[in-house]
């Protein structure tokens, strides 16, 4: 089992930065891709940027060259780095742990962290 735990979240205004926090409750970024989604309310959860296991990463268009995925192994714990934020980018922040084995993906979440952009 996996947890996962977010934290960093909060109210920002237009332009500014916010960094993201996701711990995990051991030493898994060797076994599983860790990624970030969001969610708004009504809306399906979006997915927003992985770091693979091999410590590459991929983003979403909306916020390619906005947003940064790192990792620090000795700390268990994965960053999303979040600049020029605009109003879209208003949701619940969700980390989460996948694998893919023989016997299907399997998925693990965080509780979710709200960030909310606003002036």
């Known amino acids: 089992q996996v947890r996962l735990v977010e934290s960093g979240g909060g109210l920002v205004q237009p332009g500014g930065s916010l960094r993201l926090s996701c711990a995990a409750s051991?030493?898994?970024?060797?076994?599983?891709?860790m990624a970030w989604y969001r969610q708004v309310p009504g809306k399906q959860r979006e997915w927003v940027g992985v770091?693979?296991?091999?410590?590459?990463?991929n983003y979403t268009d909306s916020v390619r060259r906005r947003f940064t995925i790192s990792r620090d192994s000795a700390k268990n714990t994965v960053y999303l780095q979040m600049n020029s934020l605009k109003s879209e980018d208003t949701a619940v922040y969700y980390c989460?742990?996948?694998?893919?084995?023989?016997?299907?993906?399997?998925?693990?979440w965080g509780q979710g962290t709200q960030v909310t952009v606003s002036s």
């Open positions: 051991g030493s898994i970024f060797s076994i599983y891709d």
């Open positions: 770091i693979t296991r091999g410590g590459s990463t």
């Open positions: 989460n742990a996948n694998k893919r084995t023989n016997r299907g993906r399997f998925d693990y």
